[in-house]
Every structure is written in structure tokens, then in C-alpha cells.
């Protein structure tokens, strides 16, 4: 078995808990699917909100102070692994998150892994910003991007009869 360096140790397992906690972030709407092949395919096909870019004619870069000055608000870093990084932001009208990855794959990989939840996400290259769904707009007025429905997935919950 190969020896790491402490350092290292604690690096890999700091970013995967940070990618664990990020996820646990995502808002739980419905309850898991089975894991069905059906429901996975399903998770894949996301609906999609093509949009134009914002007024300025570019979409924001991949840093998440940038991008929470362009919606105007300092961000607390909460999150600042490798893998992500993930600003909380709280405003008197609004309260999100705005989430970078060094790489679209990596954002992928965190949209793949929130579908589960569903919810409606405005997604960039190498960026999502998550608020409720009906404020997304106006940040794709700032930021461009593209307005993500990943829907629910598996059963509901019926109400009782009492």
C-alpha cells in the first residue's frame, strides 16, 4: 500500500468533502429515484432555457467574486477546493449561491449529481448561480448563461387521507 504524505491525504479528502457538501447544498425537492435506467435518462435530457447573452453582449467569467459584484453582492467564500468553488451571497431581495469549477466537465459532473434533486439552476461556462427559481432571469440579464430546469425525479409523495 503506498504511503502519502499527510498533506496529501488531507487534500484529497478536504476536496471530497467539499464536493459533499456542496451537493448537500442542492435543494431536495423529491425523493430518489429507483435508479432506474428510465429515470437516468430522464436526468440526462434536462430541459434547457436557451437565452441570450446580457445587455453587455458577454457572459461572466468562471470567478466567483466577479460574478457576485455583476450581481451585486460580496460573497462569503464558503467552499475553495480544487474540484469548486462556492460563494454564498445574501442580499435584501435575494439569497444564492454562485458555484465555479476549473472545468465545464467538473460542472457537469455537480449538475449530473444535483438532477437528483431537480430545481432550476443558471448555468455558464464553468459557473452556476442557484436562487429561487424566479429570480434567475434577472441574473441571466447580468450574467448570461443558460436557465437549467433539471426537473424531479422518482415518486411523490402523496397527501394523507385523514
Not at 14 to 22: E, I, K, N, T, V
Not at 30 to 54: F, H, I, L, Y
Not at 60 to 74: D, F, M, Q, S, W
Request: glycine share 10%; charged share 20%.
Amino acid at each position: 500500500m503506498p504511503h502519502h504524505p499527510p498533506s496529501e491525504r488531507t487534500g484529497r479528502l478536504a476536496r471530497g468533502a467539499a464536493l459533499a457538501a456542496s451537493l448537500a447544498l442542492v435543494p431536495l425537492i423529491g425523493a430518489c429515484s429507483g435508479g432506474d435506467d428510465d429515470a437516468a435518462a430522464e436526468r440526462k435530457q434536462a430541459k434547457m432555457s436557451v437565452t441570450g447573452a446580457p445587455a453587455a453582449g458577454v457572459v461572466a467569467p468562471a470567478r466567483v467574486e466577479v460574478i457576485a459584484t455583476l450581481t451585486g453582492c460580496k460573497p462569503k467564500i464558503r467552499i475553495n477546493a480544487t474540484e469548486l468553488r462556492q460563494g454564498v451571497c445574501h442580499t435584501k431581495k435575494v439569497d444564492y449561491l454562485v458555484t465555479t469549477f476549473p472545468t465545464d466537465a467538473l460542472k457537469e459532473t455537480f449538475l449530473e449529481s444535483a438532477s437528483m434533486y431537480g430545481g432550476k439552476y443558471l448555468v455558464g461556462p464553468r459557473w452556476i448561480v442557484s436562487a429561487q427559481p424566479e429570480k434567475l432571469p434577472g441574473f441571466r440579464d447580468k450574467l448570461g448563461g443558460t436557465i437549467r430546469d433539471l426537473g424531479v425525479h422518482g415518486p411523490t409523495v402523496a397527501p394523507s387521507a385523514s
